[in-house]
Structure formats: C-alpha cells, structure tokens
C-alpha cells in the first residue's frame, strides 16, 4: 500500500464550486504539506503544517484552505473554485528533521 | 528573494551522460536536493548534497555544488530510457524552494 494517498486522483469542476482534496499517510511523519504543478512553474506551495495544531501559508495560499484532522490526515480546499487553479496538486509529508519529502502520486484537478 | 532556474528541457541520446543545472539564490540552505518525476508520478527524492560539501557521488549520479556561484548541477552517467523524467533541484532555506524541473528524454 502505498504510504501517502491522495482523493481524488481525477476531478473535474465548475467554476463557483467548493472542492476538497483529501491526503492521508501512514509514516508516521508530523509534517504535511501541499503543493501545486504547473508546467514550467515547477512545484509551488500552498501550505504547511509542522504538527496537528500548526498550519502555515505558503507561496501562493490565497483561494485556498486547509484542515489538519489528525497526524495522517491534511485536506486541501478550494472554496469557489477558478479555472486558474486547474493544475495538478500534491502533497507531500516529511519527518521532523525534513530531509526528505515524501510525495502522494497527485490530484489532477481541472476547473471550467 | 528566494529563486531557483532550471533549464525546461534536455535530450540526449542513451549511454551519454546528462548534465541538468540549477541556480539558487537562498546561501543559507543547508541541503540541496535533486528529486525525480516519473510520468504520472509524484516526485521521488533522488539525491542530497551538503552545502558544505563541493560533490557527491552516487552510482551513476554526480552533484557538484559551486556554492560562490550558487550553482548546482546533477551528471547522469550513461543514461538510460528509463532516465526520461522531469527533475527538480530544490534548496531548503527552511521550507523546499523547487525549481521549474527539467524534463529530460532520452532517444535509442
């Protein structure tokens, strides 16, 4: 099985609609993260958390939220979705030391 | 601010090598890295360098780090089809800044 798993792996959307994207790991790590790819932008972050009561923003956070459920949970959502924000999303986990990122296979979400 | 750059593409034919170069902009990273896209895939971390160190080797990987001219580059030694991937140099000033990845094909 695999350790980081994202819901929906396919979504597509109007504009107007609120989407939430579901992430959840099984390693154990404190750190979550999500990410957004788009081509020749590379990977751009939304927002952070460093444990269950610590969420940060990041780069490019504006239209978007996040919720911490628990340790192995970080749910993304886009309230009133755009079709700027069609783009493949990520997220990713880390331990506390931080070398190393782990990634979820991605959601490809396109907004119309 | 913070900025790393890529090059967007690379081709080269199998058994060469492959250089992907990378500048940053962040001197106080501690680490950087080197993380690889399969098609279809989330990014795999592939290789780290120490910023106090000028190069690691890894099997058929090569990291040079020219941290006066913070510039990063990863050498892939007779490169193979199953090279073809997008990759993504990253610094980490305290959260990973990632470059735009550059997308490397590798033609028979």
């Known amino acids: 099985d695999a350790d980081v798993t994202q819901t929906p792996r396919n979504r597509i959307t109007k504009t107007g609609k609120r989407i939430m994207l579901e992430c959840s790991q099984t390693k154990g790590h404190d750190r979550m993260y999500w990410y957004r790819q788009d081509p020749g932008l590379g990977l751009r972050l939304i927002y952070y958390?460093?444990?269950?009561?610590?969420?940060n923003k990041g780069e490019i956070s504006d239209g978007y939220s996040v919720s911490r459920q628990a340790q192995a949970k970080f749910s993304l959502s886009l309230e009133s979705a755009i079709p700027n924000q069609t783009a493949l999303y990520f997220c990713a986990t880390s331990d506390r030391i931080g070398l190393e990122q782990f990634f979820g296979p991605g959601t490809r979400l396109t907004v119309l | 601010g913070e900025d790393v750059e890529q090059s967007l593409f690379l081709s080269v034919r199998e058994g060469d090598s492959s250089v992907i170069n990378c500048t940053y902009t962040d001197s106080s990273s501690t680490y950087l890295y080197w993380y690889k896209q399969e098609p279809g895939a989330g990014l795999q971390l592939l290789t780290y360098?120490?910023?106090?160190?000028d190069m690691k080797q890894d099997q058929r990987l090569t990291v040079l780090l020219n941290k006066k001219d913070k510039h990063l580059s990863l050498r892939i030694a007779d490169t193979q089809t199953g090279d073809s991937a997008i990759y993504f140099c990253?610094?980490?000033?305290?959260?990973?800044?990632f470059g735009q990845g550059t997308e490397l094909s590798v033609k028979p």
């Open positions: 360098i120490f910023s106090n160190m």
């Open positions: 990253a610094e980490d000033g305290g959260k990973l800044i």
């Open positions: 958390s460093f444990d269950v009561k610590d969420i």
